[in-house]
């Protein structure tokens, strides 16, 4: 069931590798690392993916805070637990 809010605990310690193909929606209430086409990759965790907008909540490095941005904007991300393809 989802979690509503930002999540109760830290992301993960580890950085994930950065996969050839990924889609933040199958993404949706994980731990999510985010490597955007331009800027520095930061955690994420993802409660809304709508076309032209993916909103959820960005780790500062001390606690998440409300973001949303355009997921054209979006090089690959990663997520915890890894999704399984059907």
Sequence with gaps: MPQYGPPSSPPPTTIPKKPKN???IDCMYSYTYVWPKYGT?????PTRVEYGETSGYIWTGR???FYGFDPDYIDQVACYPVPTLY
Excluded at 41 to 45: H, I, N
Aim: no cysteine.
């Design 22 to 24: 990924s889609y933040i």
């Design 41 to 45: 990759p930061f955690w994420f965790y």
């Design 63 to 65: 606690i998440w805070t």
